[in-house]
């Protein structure tokens, strides 16, 4: 008795994976969605206030998380200066981090008084209206490369108030 009529009705459910991947293809290892789900992250308002010298500056974003797969920050590059670090504000005083949440279905808001990404010695100094070339690496996403548009010193995403 052979029943040759089982059919599995595949569920495509292409969710958020399309997002442009397009683009310069950075050496990419290992196939992308074989039954893991990577985290899908989206970055937005990345900015870098002009630093006064050439010595360190402050980059801010806010990365979404639209999976249901907590991640982590783990480290940042950059052209412009080969010691970028992660920082958290404690008591507002900031120290370096490993690594920063970016948990499910929510963001990691990168911001002044808060946590940032921080350029130890720059290699030049930005002016307002450069764009600055990061790459984040996370522990399960792919790594993902934001342009910061460099504003004003007292710029800000949110108008927060500023002390
Ligand atoms: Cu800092």
Redesign the pocket.
């Known amino acids: 008795m052979n029943t040759r009529t089982t059919r599995t009705i595949a569920a495509a459910l292409s969710l958020t994976a399309a997002l442009a991947i397009s683009g310069c293809s950075s050496s990419d290892s290992g196939s992308t969605t074989d039954g893991k789900t990577k985290p899908a992250l989206t970055v937005s308002g990345a900015f870098m206030p002009e630093p006064v010298n050439d010595k360190m500056a ?1 980059a801010f974003m806010v990365i979404k998380n639209d999976s249901k797969t907590a991640d982590k920050l783990t480290a940042v590059t950059s052209p412009l200066s080969d010691d970028l670090q992660i ?1 958290e504000t404690k008591d507002q005083k ?1 120290q370096q981090v490993q690594s920063l949440d970016v948990p499910a279905g929510g963001e990691l808001k990168l911001e002044r008084g808060g946590d ?1 990404i ?1 350029f130890m010695g720059l290699k030049n100094k930005p002016n307002v209206g450069d764009k600055i070339t990061v790459e984040l690496r996370f522990e399960k996403a792919d790594p993902v490369k934001v342009e910061l548009d460099v504003k004003e010193r007292t710029y800000n995403a949110q108008n927060s108030n500023a002390h």
């Open positions: 402050g920082h900031m940032h921080m």
